[in-house]
């Protein structure tokens, strides 16, 4: 007896017939004992005869060569055109129902969409931040749609070595990081593509983008040096340069934070100032933003009361919408101040042919934003617990903290406190001429200095006279 390789299907005889059992065997006529009637297995019919109610992938002749009929999930008849036999089109058909059948089926159709047009629709849809929306705009402008934009998305997930290529020639002309946010992109928008059932899978995986052996460097300043850069940011910028520069090292908030702050956004009484609506700048335009970063950005800040007093002082002149404004009482551009006045007093300028206009770096690179490195390092530093440390800077305590860790007006204080005795500190290192040009503008600050050397004197002498009274047993 000879079977085909098509599993068997065993019939057993009905109540009140006979005690034969039949094999069955596709393809064949059914075998069975001597004088058992003779079975005829009905003739299946043609494919391409099925009529469309049927759920059976069909082939069609399709001008000189066949055409693919499959059921959708929805009940529609798809199709695809092109096959050179009939046993092409239907094992094309016959896989299609196959993936439907397992719920694993992408429209052919939805699979070829470019990429630039799913990019776009992404991207309109997204409910991003505007400083954000821009950054994406700029990567796609650049870096990723001159590359993929004409794409089909089937094609991008069917060619995984392309995109290693591509993320390597981006090495050859950005910088590590640069490469990583880029590609990030990339690879959030293909993965929206797949929960979205335009393709199977992300080609981003296993993307090598980084060597790992890049670190962005954070520096942190000391107290000292950040009063000089404010006292030069003083002589370039004017007071508000002057205060901002200690805003910026003091309370740790971000450059759109501060530059943001309007006159009403103060609280006398707590001497706090409010994050609430920061200033953001994109596509060359600033406006006021409907929300901080994330919802811990939205937060008040306290100032040690030195910072305070700056501070008020400088409320008192405020003409403008703004706190911090330039020369003509327009809103201040990162880039802009940054390049005139921020990196200048930073790095100083040792090789100035004119002795009277050379200056010693105070610490070069250091950026606006390294000031809430900065600030939380501080915090870190005179053992301030952590959850006050993040509530201060405007971020998120990690897993059950953040629930059950609260900030309470003990921690408050012991942050006043340290940061007002880190602000005493710097001004008793200044020495030199920082500390007579500082002197110059600000001769109010001269008593303040003279009464912490003081105390530091009488502390001094008072830590000599009870070493002196010990005695050398005790010693």
């Given at each position: 007896?000879?079977?085909?390789?098509?599993?068997?299907?065993?019939?057993?005889?009905?109540?009140?017939?006979d005690r034969q059992v039949r094999l069955k065997t596709a393809g064949q006529a059914e075998?069975?004992?001597p004088g058992a009637p003779e079975l005829r297995r009905p003739k299946q019919p043609d494919r391409h005869e099925l009529k469309e109610g049927e759920a059976m992938a069909y082939a069609q002749r399709h001008g000189k060569g066949w055409r693919a009929r499959y059921k959708k999930p929805d009940g529609s008849w798809g199709s695809r055109s092109g096959f050179e036999t009939k046993a092409a089109a239907e094992a094309?058909?016959?896989d299609q129902e196959s993936l439907i059948r397992r719920h694993l089926w992408i429209d052919p159709q939805e699979s070829e969409t470019p990429f630039g047009t799913f990019a776009e629709a992404w991207l309109t849809g997204s409910r991003l931040a505007i400083t954000t929306q821009a950054k994406y705009r700029s990567y796609l402008d650049n870096h990723v749609l001159p590359?993929?934009?004409?794409?089909?998305?089937?094609q991008i997930f069917n060619n995984h070595l392309e995109v290693q290529g591509w993320v390597n020639e981006l090495h050859d002309e950005l910088a590590e990081p640069t490469v990583a946010s880029v590609f990030a992109l990339f690879s959030t928008i293909m993965n929206v593509a797949v929960r979205a059932r335009k393709v199977p899978a992300s080609p981003c995986q296993g993307i090598r983008v980084t060597t790992g052996e890049y670190e962005a460097e954070r520096q942190v300043a000391t107290p000292a040096q950040f009063l000089r850069a404010a006292v030069r940011l003083h002589d370039s910028f004017g007071y508000a340069g002057f205060v901002l520069t200690l805003m910026d090292g003091y309370t740790g908030a971000r450059w759109s934070e501060l530059v943001g702050l309007q006159p009403h956004e103060y609280d006398e009484i707590n001497k706090a100032i409010r994050v609430q609506e920061p200033l953001t700048e994109a596509g060359g335009a600033l406006a006021k933003a409907k929300r901080t970063k994330t919802p811990a950005g939205k937060r008040w800040v306290q100032l040690p009361p030195f910072l305070a007093e700056l501070y008020e002082a400088?409320?008192?002149?405020?003409i403008h919408p703004y706190v911090f404004v330039g020369e003509k009482g327009g809103n201040l551009r990162r880039g802009n101040f940054r390049q005139r006045f921020w990196r200048p007093a930073w790095d100083g300028d040792p090789d100035n042919p004119d002795p009277g206009k050379r200056l010693a770096p105070v610490l070069p690179g250091f950026t606006f934003h390294e000031g809430r490195h900065t600030q939380r390092t501080w915090l870190a530093e005179d053992g301030i617990p952590e959850v006050a440390r993040a509530a201060r800077l405007g971020h998120?305590?990690?897993g059950m903290a953040n629930v059950y860790e609260h900030v309470t007006p003990e921690m408050k204080r012991r942050v006043l406190e340290a940061l007002q005795e880190r602000w005493e500190a710097s001004l008793l290192a200044l020495r030199g001429r920082d500390r007579a040009r500082l002197l110059v503008l600000h001769p109010q600050m001269e008593e303040q200095i003279n009464r912490l050397t003081?105390?530091?004197?009488?502390?001094?002498?008072?830590?000599?006279?009870?070493?002196?009274q010990i005695s050398p047993r005790q010693a």
């Open positions: 007896m000879h079977l085909s390789g098509q599993a068997p299907a065993f019939q057993r005889r009905r109540p009140g017939g075998l069975s004992s094309w058909g016959e590359q993929w934009e004409d794409w089909p998305l089937i400088l409320l008192e002149d405020c998120k305590m990690p003081a105390r530091r004197q009488a502390e001094a002498s008072e830590g000599d006279k009870i070493i002196a």
